[in-house]
């Protein structure tokens, strides 16, 4: 079994490492760059940036690599404001209190913001496209490919592999259910979305698409990557190993939460953004279970969660921070490099794959 795939050699990568998109800050520059230097595929998380914000990140990080890079943006259909805004935040008159603060008021919508950011890519002329809950439009489809730019679909199903592949996806990425964060469901009502673990999503959807697939959810380590070739995939996409490294942005409080959580320790949540994702339990999603509190709708939840994960960011306090996690919890490592990281992953699987 060859280590350099066929996802090397469509995206010019040495190893067949993406660093998965992560929202909110946690991918810097410094990170991205860094997992492209050391071989792999660094990913600009910019779906809660504005456009003007996304063309900055990618500037900064053409100046601290010249290898290639994504960009992720979200294709969701976003919700109207919601009448339940005022009845839900009464809900959280014990979080505000804990955390100091007062609700805010006005509209908890969003613009939104892909087609403008799509055009940034344009521009900018990144080399990798990715998209998470949705799809490029047919024209942005057509776009991308004249300009020979790769594109990237997060799926959790079968058929939404074979959506993305008549599309014209050029690589799939296979998000199982034991991923941490948001899933890139493409259709999310009143359910979790699809809920397929990922040893069991590759294999299926590798064989329903005649494209490179990546698979995703609760990866770790090089003993992931080497299963997961053997399945099928062409190279795998972390997250949650990514948190602790040394070029992220993840907080200290949630560097914290991990190392001091297990595998049982994470849940599927809706309580934070109103879209599936699974995070490490803390008050802020035992009071939702508890009190069966329904959230309002993507990305109206979001954005009144976003003042109180705000606070608790700025007061170190994890019980209120959204703390994203895949399952594979107890494997991640205090402080490395994401060089050091690629390395650790690259010879555990090359130990177990020529041994």
Request: charged share 25%; aromatic share 6%; hydrophobic share 40%.
């Amino acid at each position: 079994m060859n280590l350099y795939t066929e996802l090397c050699k469509e995206l010019e990568i040495k190893y067949p490492i993406i660093q998965a998109p992560m929202a909110g800050g946690i991918t810097t520059p410094e990170l991205v760059a860094a997992v492209s230097n050391a071989g792999g595929l660094g990913v600009l998380a910019a779906g809660y940036l504005t456009p003007e914000a996304t063309r900055v990140e990618i500037r900064k990080i053409k100046k601290l690599t010249e290898r290639p890079f994504a960009v992720n943006i979200f294709k969701a259909e976003l919700a109207d404001s919601d009448s339940r805004t005022a009845e839900v935040q009464e809900k959280y008159a014990s979080v505000y209190e804990a955390l100091g603060i007062r609700p805010g008021i006005g509209d908890f919508g969003s613009a939104d913001y892909s087609k403008k950011q799509f055009q940034v890519l344009l521009e900018e002329e990144i080399p990798v496209l990715s998209t998470t809950f949705g799809l490029l439009s047919q024209e942005e489809f057509t776009v991308a490919k004249h300009n020979k730019q790769k594109v990237i679909t997060m799926v959790t199903n079968v058929n939404e592999a074979i959506q993305a592949a008549k599309a014209g996806a050029d690589i799939i990425v296979a998000q199982g259910s034991d991923a941490g964060g948001h899933r890139g469901t493409f259709q999310v009502s009143d359910t979790d979305g699809s809920l397929v673990g990922t040893m069991s999503l590759v294999p299926q959807v590798a064989d329903a698409v005649e494209l490179p697939v990546v698979a995703a959810g609760g990866i770790m380590d090089g003993r992931g990557l080497a299963a997961s070739m053997v399945l099928g995939a062409a190279g795998v996409q972390l997250g949650t190993r990514f948190l602790h490294a040394a070029e992220s942005g993840t907080d200290e409080a949630y560097k914290q939460a991990l190392l001091e959580a297990d595998e049982d320790s994470t849940t599927i949540t809706k309580s934070f953004s109103g879209r599936p994702a699974r995070a490490v339990k803390n008050e802020f999603t035992e009071l939702h279970s508890g009190q069966n509190i329904k959230p309002l709708k993507y990305p109206g939840q979001n954005n009144v969660t976003g003042e109180i994960r705000k606070a608790a960011k700025k007061q170190g306090n994890k019980e209120y921070l959204s703390l994203w996690s895949g399952q594979g919890i107890r494997m991640i490592k205090e402080e490395q490099s994401a060089k050091e990281i690629i390395n650790d992953i690259m010879e555990q699987a090359a130990r177990i794959i020529y041994s």
